[in-house]
């Protein structure tokens, strides 16, 4: 690894703005941070969590299988 050429890229123009257009998108979808996941079915969409348990009853949500 070329510590110096990461570090330059690392703080570039570029690198700042695709990271603003990433956070951007991440806050218009509704992730609150790392990990975060979109599930989508026939009752919607959401975003939650990484945990199991949460990634659980999100599918069960949009899936119309929780009440």
Do not use: C, H
Request: aromatic residues 4%; glycine residues 14%; proline residues 4%.
């Amino acid at each position: 690894l070329d510590l110096t050429k990461f570090d330059k890229d690392r703080i570039s123009a570029a690198a700042n703005t695709a990271i603003a257009k990433v956070n951007a998108e991440a806050t218009q979808f509704g992730f609150p941070g790392t990990p975060s996941i979109r599930v989508t079915g026939p009752g919607g969409s959401m975003t939650v969590d990484g945990t199991l348990e949460a990634i659980t009853t999100g599918v069960q949500k949009v899936s119309g299988a929780a009440g």
